[in-house]
């Protein structure tokens, strides 16, 4: 044991050696300290470079005009559809449940009803692939999907592995919705066994599901005898117009002295149905009406009876003034939605009877399509007679399907007469190309517009939407789906009026008052086109949402490098989602009550474009302006004069053979 001495000395040590310890921890907590800063600085930099790159990829979106997707147009013939279901392969009970969950937990697939999910399991095809073996690979065309039950494959890109799929997992999913260039290689690691999809079945098995809703909604209403008189294509209208309402035990439907403006059909229980003669006496039971009776038909000002409802009851309800426009005449197609003449255009033909292809000189190029392009002229004769002339290609039309589009596009546009839509004068032709003189829009597009504001004030959307609403009016009157409504698509007048072009996607729809093919731009294209469920008019209200929504926040709502992705969104539907705050509550309102994933329920799918131009967004419109022309665009283009294009011409004379087309253009290409 030390002495006195010696313990302080030890103390002392151990004081020192405490005293070196917390300075190096104070050391330590200011070099922590440093680091943290550093860390959020860093942190800072980074969400700034993320947030430059969102903007800039928001911005790429833009600069980036979207090309419509086309695919073969589809003739549909619902008895051959219906009688040949396609075939059914058998497999175990436990493969139809790795199958069912593989589609269950696909993001596009999950959306399927049970009928639909049950067909596409029959449907699939087992097939083997011995190690080393591609099934698919890089820029072939993609027709098929797969879902891997034994084994594993390895998917890469220019050599480069990008992931491992494994039992239980889908591939490939994008050629269900329409054919692709496959983008990687899939190649068995080991021996595997896989389940293949095809796309045209999935696509039949979408049609045959969607023909056979609308054959039983038919056989409905060819039982209801006030309906049963009507054609099919009458039918189909009234249909889409109806809506479903569902009522309890003793709930009123109708009510005595309530003014009617509703028709009801009784689609599932039991009504009872009230009538008084005076108002001193009590109310007696008249009838019982069961499925398939009408009731509220009359249109007595204030009603007489009370309905009452027996139990659950469903009803498809129409709202009388719809009902009397769908099956009385359809109304006046030169009628606009708020019942004003829509001013004429020029009368077709006979100002270009002589003129042909020699008569114009070039002025400057205005854009390159999918088939051709379109370029600025003028009448050598009148310089200030100015045209866009779309010039296409025989060449790149080159199956029956892409020729039937170009005819179709031309036959609608020769048979629109509006303010505010691009009119289509006269067609040529000659031994290479096909021609459409059609009015000039020199104020460019809203593309070029949100390319260079970014994004667009109420007041300018409202001007435009508007503008929109009138075309699509005179389109739906004569039973027209435009199909490719987006900003690349609405073009601006030298005084700043939109007209709607870009009617390559354009469909006179027929007697089911559907369209099946799968077409129009990636972004705009609403889940009954993605889904291959047959689509409608509504198709255009959806877009025309959309439309709303890029106009207002300056980029779309969907968008991004990979369709599939898009498409998924899509089918997730907007409701969920949160808006930019230079989207008003009444805009989002708006766009929303457009977007709809039910087809039926888009504001716009029974009363038409009427109850749009209703809605309170809309409030204070000068829609008679717009219609008159009075109104000031809130846009003023900047058009070059034709001396700042130069000119050149069009074509040598010696390569015209026909001039104006005189149904030549539907015979002989």
């Avoid at 087992?126 to 065309?141: A, C, F, H, Y």
């Avoid at 890469?156 to 919705?177: K, T």
């Avoid at 070039?362 to 600025?376: F, R």
């Avoid at 970014?454 to 929109?468: C, I, K, T």
């Amino acid at each position: 044991m030390g002495t006195l001495r010696d313990l302080q000395f030890a103390l002392q040590l151990k004081i020192e050696e405490l005293r070196q310890r917390d300075a190096l921890i104070d050391e330590l907590e200011l070099e922590l300290d440093a680091k943290d800063d550093l860390i959020r600085r860093l942190q800072d930099e980074l969400d700034r470079l993320r947030l430059s790159a969102a903007g800039q990829q928001r911005a790429s979106s833009l600069r980036v005009r979207r090309k419509a997707l086309l695919t073969e147009p589809v003739t549909v013939e619902p008895k051959l559809v219906l009688q040949n279901p396609p075939i059914s392969y058998s497999k175990s009970q436990e493969s139809q449940r790795l199958i069912e969950s593989a589609l269950a937990e696909n993001e596009c697939m999950k959306y399927l009803i049970r009928d639909q999910m049950r067909c596409l399991v029959d449907s699939v095809y087992p097939i083997t692939l011995k190690q080393g073996v591609s099934v698919v690979q890089e820029e072939d065309n993609g027709t098929q999907a797969y879902i891997v039950e034994e084994g594993k494959l390895e998917a890469s890109r220019a050599g480069q592995r990008l992931h491992i799929i494994e039992p239980g997992m889908m591939f490939e999913e994008l050629a269900l919705i329409h054919n692709h260039t496959c983008s990687t290689t899939v190649t068995a690691l080991v021996n595997s066994r896989l389940w293949v999809l095809e796309g045209q079945v999935f696509q039949k098995i979408m049609q045959r599901n969607g023909l056979a809703a609308i054959t039983q909604s038919l056989d409905f209403l060819r039982s209801v005898a006030l309906l049963c008189v009507f054609p099919e294509d009458v039918l189909m209208k009234v249909s889409d117009a109806l809506e479903e309402s569902q009522y309890s035990n003793g709930d009123y439907i109708i009510r005595n002295g309530i003014p009617g403006d509703k028709i009801f059909i009784l689609s599932q229980g039991q009504v009872k149905v009230l009538e008084k003669h005076s108002a001193s006496e009590e109310s007696m039971m008249a009838s019982v009406l069961s499925r398939g009776d009408c009731f509220g038909e009359r249109g007595d000002d204030e009603r007489s009876m009370s309905a009452l409802a027996a139990g659950d009851v469903t009803c498809l309800v129409i709202d009388r003034e719809v009902f009397e426009k769908v099956t009385g005449g359809l109304g006046n197609a030169r009628e606009n939605p708020t019942n004003k003449v829509i001013l004429k255009a020029d009368e077709d033909g006979s100002a270009f009877g002589e003129t042909s292809l020699c008569s114009f000189q070039v002025l400057c190029n205005l854009g390159e399509g999918q088939y051709g392009h379109t370029q600025l002229v003028h009448l050598k004769s009148d310089p200030s007679c100015k045209f866009a002339l779309k010039t296409i290609r025989k060449q790149l039309i080159e199956s029956p399907g892409q020729r039937e589009r170009i005819l179709a596009e031309k036959h609608i546009l020769m048979d629109l007469q509006s303010p505010f839509i691009v009119r289509l004068h006269c067609t040529y032709k000659d031994a290479r190309c096909l021609y459409m003189l059609m009015e000039a829009c020199e104020g460019g597009d809203l593309w070029r517009l949100l390319r260079e504001r970014g994004s667009l004030q109420d007041n300018a959307v409202r001007f435009y939407a508007a503008s929109v609403l009138e075309a699509l009016h005179v389109l739906h009157t004569k039973d027209i789906v435009h199909r490719d409504l987006k900003p690349e698509n609405v073009l601006l007048d030298q005084r700043g009026y939109a007209k709607l072009t870009g009617f390559g996607c354009a469909k006179k729809l027929g007697s089911l008052h559907r369209a099946w093919s799968f077409c129009g731009s990636v972004g705009y294209q609403p889940p009954e086109v993605i889904l291959h469920q047959g689509h409608g008019l509504s198709v255009d209200l959806w877009a025309l949402g959309m439309l709303l929504y890029e106009l207002l926040s300056g980029s779309p709502l969907f968008s991004g490098s990979e369709q599939l992705k898009v498409y998924t969104a899509a089918l997730k539907g907007i409701d969920e989602l949160e808006f930019p705050k230079t989207i008003s509550r009444t805009a989002a309102h708006l766009i929303k009550s457009l977007c709809r994933l039910n087809p039926s329920e888009r504001l716009g799918q029974r009363n038409g474009v009427k109850d749009i131009c209703k809605h309170m967004w809309f409030e204070g419109f000068d829609w008679e302006g717009l219609q008159k022309g009075t109104m000031t665009p809130p846009v003023k283009p900047n058009v070059s004069c034709v001396s700042d294009h130069g000119g050149s011409s069009l074509l040598p004379e010696t390569h015209i053979e026909a001039a104006l087309d005189n149904s030549g253009w539907d015979i002989d290409f």
